[in-house]
């Protein structure tokens, strides 16, 4: 595992899996979107009250890989990085089986901030994000 700025440690639930038995794979795409809310309050802000100041982050491309299937009741962790490209910040996210750190899935998650309904060029980010790149 590599290092990352932020991680979080989850439970596979019963109703998140299929008729399969394993994770459904819209949950990862869930599993990333809380991570990465969980990163914002770690931060000090807050996505509800980002929306109240007029400010709105929004997924503009989620690309996720699976590479090996998660079963209720395994522990894994959501790991993330981030970097922007012009724009947009991207989050690079890796979720891992708790139990051997096998990597289970990987996504490339692209998003843009809209400031009182007129797309930026991501300032926001910059500010938001400058004690964490110091």
Same mark, same amino acid.
Request: aromatic share 12%; with cysteine.
């Given at each position: 595992? @590599? ?20 994770? @459904?794979?819209? @949950? ?7 991570? =990465? ?15 109240? $100041? ?6 503009? =491309? ?21 970097? $922007? ?15 051997? $750190? ?18 930026? =060029? ?13």
């Amino acid at each position: 595992m @590599n290092d990352y700025i932020f991680s979080l440690l989850f439970k596979v639930r019963d109703y998140e899996c299929d008729l399969q038995g394993v994770v @459904n794979n819209a @949950n990862y795409q869930h599993y990333m979107e809380h991570t =990465r809310h969980e990163f914002l309050e770690s931060l000090g802000e807050n996505f509800g009250v980002m929306h109240n $100041k007029g400010v709105d982050a929004f997924i503009s =491309r989620a690309d996720i890989q699976y590479k090996l299937s998660l079963h209720s009741g395994d522990s894994f962790l959501s790991c993330l990085n981030i970097h $922007k490209e012009g724009a947009k910040l991207i989050f690079d996210h890796f979720i891992y089986r708790e139990s051997d $750190k096998a990597l289970a899935a990987k996504g490339r998650i692209e998003c843009v901030i809209v400031e009182n309904g007129r797309l930026t =060029r991501g300032d926001y980010f910059d500010r938001l994000l400058h004690p964490v790149r110091e």
